[in-house]
């Protein structure tokens, strides 16, 4: 839910005394005197006094479109954009017979609901230039994507200590060229438009690709390569210089058993199907293999004896389990590295295991791996974020210097401190890797010399799955929309916790006296 300023509240909890309007009425009866060019200092204090959760009920009056008289218009604009951007729908689809027929909302004309919308859009993007420009540092995650219809996206999101906000989902200024110059040009216009100083930015953080770390030193800031990325990279390369036969050999009659006769012939013996090995992830190779390993029982010679030639030896099934446990572990190290709240330190101790478990990895996965762009920089973070800052070199401690917290900064200001137990035990192999790390914290000392490094995820997965959000949203039948109506999609699905009834009261208000008018229908 969007943070509420102390007016809204307390026009939520305060009526004014018709005769004194220096007096204003609690909802709990109580009269207090306040002169509002002064500020709501009086009315604040007595609700931090005698309602601790005045917040939680404002925010549900939101939730309950019942706040400030906007119950009928405002709601039933705010239901309508909800269910379009949850379910990805086209604005086309409020004029659908059936749809109006099914769903108990008001009618309401698709260019009306664009209209509010791009007023909502106005006031959700200034409430995040708001709260981005107070950050004292964060870092820029971006990646690009082409939608296969002669277009490519930059996506951009900004991360700091308050949480994730998308800035873009924008075309390149121009667009006839994807170089590092044009998209570190796109990526300052951006921050111009939210006010925001480049010199607060502490780190970029993308894929490992040869444009990236040039888009960084553009930008002038280290580059954290993403870690999955970096693993993904790592793993594959181990497949296929180590068991690239055995892929190809379960690939082979993968397919062949895709084929019609053979996949009815597989069909009366079990529902499982094989896979084909996909070859941009290496988990689509795990998959594949472990889908053949589940009907390999049913692929005999008397049953597929046009197969014969291309039967798995004995020694080729025991090498398939061996490599199938291998890869559940190499597995859970990926998810891990798909979660959220992943930590720089944690991400190391990740990587270490992997090296452990698999040696070669070591050329993509050390601290000193020449796709690391950003030596000093990242191992500082990993010494931040494992609540050791007094073990930093002095080329560290020179990188991250930009994370020390100014004399004169908040006193609320979140900093690093001690750990204070372990994660609840899972029983994966990256999840003991995290629990010996966790330890390790716990005994370490702790310091306030350093921003807490907690909200710097080492991966670039966000992008990626806005890209994901993307495909969704720009189907085959939607492939004429304007790139600038996909990026307001996009940036209100994420800021969706920003879109209430209150933001489209103030839409309404703003488009006052316009010729925006609901089509009413029976």
């Not at 601790?52 to 119950?71: H, I, K, P, S």
């Not at 870092?139 to 277009?151: A, K, P, Q, T």
């Amino acid at each position: 839910m969007a943070p509420l300023d102390n007016k809204t509240i307390c026009a939520y909890w305060f009526t004014k005394d018709e005769d004194d309007p220096n007096k204003h009425v609690c909802r709990c009866g109580t009269i207090m005197k306040q002169v509002i060019a002064a500020g709501y200092t009086n009315l604040m204090t007595h609700l931090r006094k005698q309602h601790n959760d005045f917040e939680e009920q404002v925010n549900a009056a939101q939730r309950q479109c019942t706040l400030f008289g906007y119950t009928n218009k405002a709601s039933n604009i705010h239901a309508w954009l909800t269910l379009l951007i949850l379910n990805h729908w086209p604005f086309s689809t409020v004029t659908s017979e059936s749809v109006r027929k099914y769903i108990k909302l008001s009618p309401i004309s698709r260019n009306s609901l664009m209209k509010y919308h791009t007023a909502i859009m106005e006031i959700i993007l200034d409430e995040v230039k708001k709260i981005v420009t107070k950050q004292p540092v964060y870092g820029l995650y971006f990646d690009g994507w082409s939608d296969g219809n002669g277009r490519h996206y930059l996506g951009i999101y900004l991360v700091c200590a308050t949480g994730k906000f998308l800035l873009s989902h924008t075309l390149l200024l121009d667009e006839t060229n994807q170089n590092a110059t044009n998209n570190v040009a796109t990526i300052k216009d951006v921050l111009q438009f939210f006010d925001l100083d480049l010199e607060k930015c502490q780190f970029c953080c993308s894929d490992n690709t040869n444009v990236c770390p040039a888009i960084a030193r553009g930008l002038g800031k280290p580059l954290i390569g993403c870690k999955s990325h970096l693993f993904n990279l790592a793993v594959k390369e181990w497949i296929r210089d180590n068991h690239a036969e055995l892929v190809e050999k379960v690939q082979q009659i993968s397919l062949k058993l895709l084929d019609n006769n053979p996949a009815g012939k597989l069909r009366g013996c079990t529902p499982l199907k094989p896979k084909k090995v996909q070859l941009t992830r290496w988990s689509g190779t795990m998959n594949a293999l472990t889908a053949y390993n589940k009907i390999k029982e049913f692929i005999t010679v008397e049953r597929f004896p046009e197969f014969a030639e291309l039967m798995l030896k004995p020694d080729d099934h025991v090498a398939l389990v061996e490599l199938l446990e291998s890869l559940g572990n190499l597995h859970s190290i990926t998810k891990e590295l798909q979660r959220e709240t992943l930590t720089m330190g944690q991400a190391r101790c990740l990587f270490d295991a992997a090296i452990e478990l698999v040696p070669t990895m070591e050329h993509y996965l050390s601290a000193e791996a020449d796709l690391v762009t950003a030596k000093s920089y990242e191992n500082g973070l990993v010494k931040l974020s494992n609540g050791t800052p007094e073990t930093l070199t002095v080329c560290e401690a020179h990188a991250v210097r930009g994370l020390v917290v100014a004399a004169d900064a908040d006193s609320d200001v979140e900093q690093v401190e001690d750990a204070d137990g372990a994660p609840a035990p899972v029983l994966s192999f990256a999840a003991q890797a995290l629990k010996r790390v966790a330890r390790e914290q716990s005994r370490a000392g702790a310091t306030t010399t350093y921003y807490n490094t907690d909200w710097i995820n080492p991966t670039s997965n966000i992008v990626e799955r806005l890209f994901s959000q993307s495909k969704l949203e720009f189907s085959p039948h939607r492939r004429s929309m304007m790139a600038g109506t996909l990026e307001h999609s996009l940036l209100l699905r994420f800021h969706l916790d920003l879109l209430t009834v209150h933001v489209v009261g103030r839409a309404l208000d703003m488009l006052a006296g316009t010729n925006v008018e609901e089509e009413e229908e029976a």
